[in-house]
């Protein structure tokens, strides 16, 4: 792309770009002596969605649904902690409440009072710890295939996942792995793969998350993690109960992970919520079917009336979805 340089500049002349989404934008904020990244999309004076994605993945997994949703809300999506270009909070903090905490913290720096939380898996788990720890700053959620407990099996199919895609020795043989990996996925695209992957010295690829690391270290110390299920659920049923703002819970028809009859439960836990189903889907729905997803997303924020909401107000959302 030689004809975007200032002229008399080569490309080895100026510093390398960073991935910034099609209709969006990049940037970094400290949170505390944590460096977070984060994308944004639309006008800072409208109503904010904030955006968390699941285990392993970071903020590019909503590129498309923030650009959906640029011209009616502020759109937010970090990296969660430990994931993308956000630091870790430390090998010792790593619970629903640790990472509900450092969300709070960033919308904080971002100068957000109160948004409606979309949450993907561990980003569903975050935003009920966010709820929990404070009911005023999450006027309504989607939580997209998570629940108060998950089908073990799936789980430990994750978990083996990370667990043994250690490093890769090119992006085609990542994308190869990962494809086989999601098997509901549309084409796993070679040249994203950097989002998720970065190179080491030796010129191997890593992830960009501790996920594997994480999971294997817990492996190591003798956690039978079949045995547990979640770690992360521990506690969650009971914040749940307490949620109040409008929920929906979506769920990939061909989910592992979330079976129907839990999804169903949940929905008498949270009495706000109401569940709906993506045909064709697997856990990570919004990847799978991208415009179905959306569109349920868009329609549920227009039925809590979350864009008359504004900057001078965002008063929280309240009576059931």
Known sequence: ???????????????????????????????????????????????????????????????????????????????????????????????????????????????????????????????????????????????????HRVDVAGRQRLVEFFVSTESFGSLDEAAD????HLPNRRLVRVDNLQRSLRQRPDGRWVWKHGMGRRNRAEIERGIALPAVGDPMLVGFEADARGVRCPVLIVRGARSDILPEAVAQELTEIIPTSRLASVEGAGHTALGDKTEATIDLIRRFLDEIGWHHNNTRGWPAATGPA
């Open 177 to 180: 792995v990962i494809a086989r």
């Open 1 to 147: 792309m030689a004809e975007l340089h200032p002229r008399g500049y080569s490309e080895h002349d100026l510093a390398a770009r960073h991935d910034v989404p099609s209709d969006g934008r990049s940037g970094f904020v400290r949170c505390g002596h944590r460096q977070v990244h984060y994308l944004t999309w639309g006008s800072v004076q409208a109503a904010p969605v904030v955006l968390l994605h699941g285990a392993g993945q970071s903020a590019y997994m909503y590129e498309e649904l923030g650009a959906a949703l640029r011209g009616q809300y502020f759109v937010l999506a970090p990296d969660l902690p430990d994931h993308g270009d956000s630091e870790p909070l430390g090998e010792d903090r790593w619970t629903r409440e640790d990472l509900a905490r450092s969300t709070l913290e960033f919308l904080d720096e971002m100068g957000v009072p109160a948004a409606v939380f979309v949450g993907a898996s561990l980003g569903g788990i975050t935003s009920i710890g966010a709820a929990k720890a404070d009911p005023t700053r999450v006027a309504g959620m989607v939580l997209i295939d998570v629940a």
